[in-house]
């Protein structure tokens, strides 16, 4: 088996320890596993023939956007590519001919009600059609964002999450969820039973 009997645009021959990757991968039948391998192995393909191959179907989560976009880039139609709310237009914007056109800034997040909802707004579109996709491609902060906002069920039933540079996975969650206190916002002394500050906390060790 070759790159080339799997995605094809990689070509013929495998770098060394990639095919020893996978098929340490695909032989595994634990839950959990951690890979480390050097920088210039193409860990990429390594987590991708392993989806594919594997047939499960699977979410790979990236740390920084470049990441994803190499992802995309290298993969193209093989993944279902989802990204955050600016990277959209907004469909009912457009229509109103505004300038300020992104997703990130329709009048549906002040509660006004938009005829694109279920369908024709590329972004709740995406995330719709990625019910049918076997590989779905995002990124920590998206992944977080779709738990939030009750979304993570539109991806379908998964079995497999690959967390690329997953060391990142706890600070990208930290920053996600964490709370910040400018010293302009405290007074001291201060009762810290006062203090109303709520948690939520993610599980990200399941993609289902």
Known sequence: MTPNDIYPQFGPSWRPGQYEAITRLLDYSGRHIVLSLPVGVGKSLVALSYAKLSGLRSVVLTSTRALQDQYAKEF???VHDIRGLRNYPCSLLLDRGSRDTTCDLGPCHDSEECVYRNGGCD???RIEGARDAQIVLTNYSMYYTLKEAGLLHK????ELLICDEAH??????????????NPREVRFPFNA???DIGFHYIKVSDAK
């Open 76 to 78: 193209g139609e093989a």
């Open 123 to 125: 972004y709740y579109d």
């Open 155 to 158: 991806l379908g039933k998964r």
């Open 168 to 181: 990142d996975a706890a600070a990208r969650l930290g920053s996600y969820v964490g709370v910040g206190l």
């Open 193 to 195: 039973d006062q203090l």
